[in-house]
Structure formats: structure tokens, C-alpha cells
């Protein structure tokens, strides 16, 4: 399994850890790259604007646009961005205009990408990590780099500890062996660089599978099952409410071509809207979603996620004022908290700089174990002889060693794994048929010769 999943997967997983790496450095570089829409001089002495000063700036200088949500500065020296809507953009696009929150000026207009606000330079090696540019086919690859990198993973662990058993001492399993050359020199810095990455690169493959698209949709159903799903604030509301009319005075007369005006027809506005949620306790780097209709509420949602217990939100009323209903992080499922630290986690937001940090030398690690094992094929292939010398893989017959029990236990789990992660399973049995080749193929020489 090792060695069948080491020649055929790797590829796919040297591109994963290649694209990864560059997703997690795309975060510090996208500071840089757009430094003057994300942050502003902080004016000594000034505090920062009203929020529906600084929102209205950004519908004079975008009036086409159908304002969607708006992200406050999180903090000191930060833009507040104003997210609008335009189906010529596409999916999960929306244009993003960054005010600064003290003068109100607006510092630039750039696409964002999905919830995450991802900009081009981090959504573009987002995409290229996701699908290389592909799209829905292109997936196909990160997960079945997914579905085998756990089984990689463990089986090369396995491979160390059999080899390793007659060292004492944690050194002999952690780090390299000393005095070595070719071969088992590379087979000693592989193992070693395999330890110390094995629960990173478990993990990645956890979480990796979460959002894949068929071990995803299946992962999707086992936490409904099990009441892990991630639950979400009431945003709809009784339009009639708090008008004494039939709905369509006052706040009804806010939606038209620009979509939902805060603080026009009876609207509360997004003041008073910041001092309602902070009220309730949802405060730290907030988003703020606009009704899409006469129906919906405003929902206020902590977006934290470098410290993820900073997911708490509330929606609001728009007439009214009213609080709909409240959620906070504590009350969500154990399961839904757990994916929540793991998807955060795995995309390095999870504490910032030093989860990027990180997942930036987990992905070299997986380069080099990548490299150490191709190098380790190609060093024991047969010196002459062959005209195909590549190496040589697992003795046969070791199936026909085995105990009857322990081969239909392991049968069953091989092909409940194979229905859970399905590009598990066609991995299996692609292995298992070039196996079978390979074995048909060595006999039938046998038999000329």
C-alpha cells in the first residue's frame, strides 16, 4: 500500500503541498500587496467616523451596487469594508470598497472572494490549492490527495517502526541516523521527517476531506446524524411588524435597485444596529449582513476566527430595533465546534501568523518526504539487468500468509473506507488490479523461462 500509493499518489499530493504552501504564505502577502485599501494612518486624538458615515461613503463612490454586507474595522488602523453584490461577478464574488473609518475616504475598490474576504492575489492560489483552475473536475485531484495522505501517513509509520524496532531510545525513531550513505541514509531522513510531520499531515487530511466533494457529502451526513451540524440565528421576520400596516410602509420602501438602504423607511440604520449587538455581546471583528428582503433580518456575526470562541451573533429587527434571536459559540454542537477549529485551522486562521507559520513548514516537510521517496525508488532499482529497473515492491504471497479472520476483517473495513472516501476506494482497487497485473505478468515469464 505504501509503496503503490507513494509512486501513484505522490504526484498529486507534491501538488497539494506545493499549492498549500503558497496559500498559507498568501495571507502575510496579501497585507503587503494591498496595504492601501486594508489599512490607514491612525489620527491621533480622532476617534473613528459613525459606521453609516463611513457606509454611505462607499454607496456614493459604488451607486450601482446592491450593498450586501459590511465588515467594521476590526481594530485600530484598519479599513471597514462595504460589500456589494453584482450577478455579472459570478458566484461567492462581490465588490469590496475599503473606507477609512476616520475621514470616511474611500481607499480603493477590489473583488472578494467568498465568506473568508478572500482579494485576487489569495482567492486566485485559493482556487489553484482547490481545483488548479479546473473547476468541479479539477477538485477530483486535492481529494483523492486527501482520501490517501492519512493511509500514506500511517502506513509509512508503520514501515519506521518495524525497521526501527531494535533501536532504543526516542532518538532512533525521531531523528536521522548518523554514519549512513545512499539509500538508507535517504530512508533515514524520510522516516525521521515522517514522525515529526505524521499529526500534522493526519490532520490536514481530516480536515481536508470535510469539504471535499463526495468523502465531503458523506462527512455532511454523518454530522447531521449525529446533531453536529452548525447552527445558525433566525433571520427572518415578520414584516408587518412594528408598522401597524400591511408591511410595505416604511421599511419596504428601503429595497429598490441598490438593494437595502440602512437608516431609509423606517429603517433602524447601523448604528443603533452596532449598539443592539454590542448590547448582546457580539463585538470582535464583526460582519454584518443586510436583509435580502422585506422579510429578512439584519444578523450580526462575530468572525474572529483566530480565536474562534469569537463567533457569537444576533440578528435584529430592521423596524424595530427588536432582537430576533441570539446564538453563541458555547451552545453550538461539540462536533460543530471541532469543525470549526479545524477548518479555521487547516486554511491558517486559527491564531493568526504562527498557524500560517506552521502549515508553511508541514508543506515543506511533505515536499521533502516526497522527494526522499522517489529518491529511495530509484536508488534501489536493480543496478543492471532489467530493461525497466525501477525498484521492486512487497514480496508476493504475503496475502496467502495471512490468518482467514484477519483477511475478512480487514476486507470489511477496506470497503466501508471505500464506500466513506470513495476516491479511496477507486485508489484500492486500481492498486489491487495493477497488482494482480504485475503478479499475472511475473508468473507467465516464470512459466516461459
Known amino acids: 500500500m505504501h509503496f503503490y500509493a507513494g509512486i501513484l499518489v505522490a504526484p498529486f499530493l507534491l501538488i497539494a503541498a506545493v499549492t498549500g504552501l503558497l496559500y498559507a504564505a498568501s495571507y502575510p502577502l496579501e497585507k503587503v500587496i494591498y496595504a492601501d485599501e486594508l489599512t490607514v494612518p491612525v489620527p491621533e486624538g480622532k476617534a473613528a467616523l459613525p459606521l453609516s458615515q463611513q457606509v454611505g461613503a462607499a454607496v456614493e463612490a459604488h451607486p450601482g451596487g446592491t450593498l450586501s454586507k459590511v465588515w467594521p474595522s476590526p481594530e485600530a488602523g484598519a479599513t471597514t469594508r462595504v460589500l456589494f453584490e453584482d450577478p455579472g461577478l459570478g458566484e461567492s464574488k462581490s465588490t469590496a470598497v475599503f473606507v477609512d473609518p476616520y475621514t470616511a475616504e474611500v481607499r480603493g475598490e477590489l473583488l472578494s472572494y467568498g465568506s473568508s474576504g478572500a482579494l485576487p492575489v489569495r482567492a486566485w492560489i485559493s482556487e489553484f490549492h482547490r481545483h488548479l483552475h479546473l473547476g468541479e473536475p479539477g477538485r477530483l485531484y486535492s481529494e483523492l490527495a486527501a482520501s490517501w495522505l492519512w493511509v500514506v501517513a500511517l502506513g509509512g509509520l508503520l514501515l519506521w517502526l518495524r525497521r526501527r524496532r531494535a533501536t532504543r531510545g526516542a532518538r532512533g525513531l525521531l531523528l536521522p541516523e548518523r554514519g549512513?550513505?545512499?539509500?538508507?541514509?535517504?530512508?533515514?531522513?524520510?522516516?525521521?521527517?515522517?514522525?515529526?510531520?505524521?499529526?500534522?499531515?493526519?490532520?490536514?487530511?481530516?480536515?481536508?476531506?470535510?469539504?471535499?466533494?463526495?468523502?465531503?457529502?458523506?462527512?455532511?451526513?454523518?454530522?447531521?446524524?449525529?446533531?453536529?451540524?452548525?447552527?445558525?440565528v433566525t433571520a427572518t421576520v415578520d414584516p408587518a411588524a412594528g408598522t401597524g400596516a400591511d408591511g410595505h410602509e416604511g421599511h419596504g420602501s428601503a429595497h429598490g435597485d441598490g438593494g437595502h438602504q440602512p437608516g431609509e423607511g423606517g429603517d433602524i440604520g447601523l448604528d443603533r444596529l452596532m449598539?443592539?449587538?454590542?448590547?448582546?455581546?457580539?463585538?470582535?471583528?464583526?460582519?454584518?449582513?443586510?436583509?435580502?428582503?422585506?422579510?429578512?433580518?439584519?444578523?450580526?456575526?462575530e468572525n474572529d476566527k483566530q480565536w474562534p470562541v469569537h463567533f457569537d451573533s444576533v440578528s435584529v429587527h430592521p423596524a424595530t430595533g427588536e432582537v430576533v434571536d441570539t446564538l453563541a459559540f458555547a451552545d453550538?454542537?461539540?462536533?460543530?465546534?471541532?469543525?470549526?477549529?479545524?477548518?479555521?485551522?487547516?486554511?491558517?486562521?486559527?491564531?493568526?501568523?504562527?498557524?500560517?507559520?506552521?502549515?508553511?513548514?508541514?508543506?515543506?516537510?511533505l515536499i521533502v518526504l516526497i522527494v526522499y521517496g522517489y529518491r529511495m525508488w530509484w536508488q534501489r532499482r536493480p543496478a543492471r539487468g532489467t530493461r525497466f529497473g525501477v525498484g521492486r515492491p512487497m514480496p508476493r504471497g504475503a496475502w496467502r500468509k495471512a490468518p482467514p479472520g484477519a483477511l475478512a476483517g480487514l476486507l470489511a473495513a477496506a470497503v466501508l473506507l471505500g464506500w466513506f472516501v470513495p476516491l479511496f476506494g477507486l485508489g484500492l482497487v486500481l492498486f489491487l488490479a495493477v497488482d494482480l497485473l504485475r503478479g499475472a505478468v511475473a508468473r507467465r515469464r516464470a512459466d516461459v523461462s
Do not use: C
Not at 490532520?203 to 471535499?212: I, V
Not at 461539540?334 to 508553511?360: E, K, S
Open 275 to 301: 449598539d443592539t449587538a454590542r448590547e448582546q455581546g457580539v463585538s470582535e471583528s464583526v460582519v454584518i449582513t443586510l436583509p435580502a428582503d422585506e422579510k429578512g433580518a439584519y444578523v450580526v456575526a
Open 180 to 232: 549512513l550513505t545512499g539509500r538508507r541514509r535517504t530512508m533515514s531522513r524520510h522516516g525521521a521527517i515522517g514522525v515529526w510531520s505524521l499529526l500534522g499531515l493526519l490532520f490536514l487530511s481530516a480536515t481536508g476531506l470535510t469539504w471535499s466533494t463526495y468523502a465531503g457529502e458523506n462527512v455532511a451526513l454523518l454530522r447531521e446524524q449525529v446533531r453536529g451540524t452548525t447552527p445558525a
Open 332 to 365: 453550538y454542537p461539540v462536533l460543530a465546534q471541532l469543525t470549526r477549529f479545524g477548518i479555521d485551522a487547516h486554511m491558517g486562521l486559527f491564531l493568526g501568523l504562527p498557524n500560517q507559520l506552521l502549515l508553511i513548514a508541514l508543506m515543506a516537510g
